[in-house]
T-cell receptor
Framework: EDQVTQSPEALRLQEGESSSLNCSYT??????LFWYRQDPGKGPEFLFT???AGEEKEKERLKATLTKKESFLHITAPKPEDSATYLC?????????????FGTGTQLKVEL | SQTIHQWPATLVQPVGSPLSLECTVE??????LYWYRQAAGRGLQLLFY??????ISSEVPQNLSASRPQDRQFILSSKKLLLSDSGFYLC???????????????FGPGTRLTVT
């Protein structure tokens, strides 16, 4: 069974203080790893898809990387508007349907 | 561009009452559709997914059912709600493209259900 573990559960940063969020996963064959951002009371917003180890994707202050066992979401010089819960999910190579297994997320708070 | 709608946005229902949540997608054809539930402090739990009209797969045995009467419409139902059905319900869609399978899912705004 797929397992996705995110750490830390919560992270507090000062504006401009760069850091990384971790997503470790256990799957028999990774089809894709996905990062989402979720604001309170809203649906998750898609950020990135990573398909193979060594792949990197960037968007504004966010950069996602992937190894064979984990993914990192690097946040460079964060701003208060980056405050949200960041979710990762994995898609396994088996069966039909596009079934994702989600982690419980990292709640990020960026303060002035 | 594609958009996904869910309604209602919030719902308070007594135990034992029926439930119907609706999700519609615009701007795409033959999407895969999904229902998730998100409980406080827990990850998203996949409840149902559908790859076409009338085709429903259930992931978790429960008090809920799903139907897909039209290509871009997905409905989550219950005949009698339980307290444990409370949560944040999210609908999502994804598309399969010829030559490559895209798996990212795009989520709707969600429905907050409170069973009292």
């Amino acid at each position: 069974e797929d397992q996705v573990t995110q750490s830390p559960e919560a992270l507090r940063l000062q504006e401009g203080e760069s850091s990384s969020l971790n997503c470790s996963y256990t799957v028999s064959g990774l089809r894709g790893l996905f990062w989402y951002r979720q604001d309170p009371g809203k649906g998750p917003e898609f950020l990135f898809t990573l398909y193979s180890a060594g792949e990197e994707k960037e968007k504004e202050r966010l950069k996602a990387t992937l190894t064979k066992k984990e993914s990192f979401l690097h946040i460079t010089a964060p701003k208060p508007e980056d405050s949200a819960t960041y979710l990762c999910a994995v898609q396994e190579k088996k069966g039909g349907g596009n079934k994702l297994t989600f982690g419980t997320g990292t709640q990020l708070k960026v303060e002035l | 561009s594609q958009t996904i709608h869910q309604w209602p946005a919030t719902l308070v229902q007594p135990v034992g009452s029926p439930l119907s949540l609706e999700c519609t997608v615009e701007g795409t054809s033959n999407p895969n559709l999904y229902w998730y539930r998100q409980a406080a402090g827990r990850g998203l739990q996949l409840l149902f997914y559908s790859v076409g009209i009338g085709q429903i797969s259930s992931e978790v045995p429960q008090n809920l059912s799903a139907s897909r009467p039209q290509d871009r419409q997905f409905i989550l139902s219950s005949k009698k709600l339980l307290l444990s059905d409370s949560g944040f319900y999210l609908c999502a869609w994804s598309v399969v493209r010829t030559g490559r399978v895209w798996y990212e899912q795009y989520f709707g705004p969600g429905t907050r259900l409170t069973v009292t």
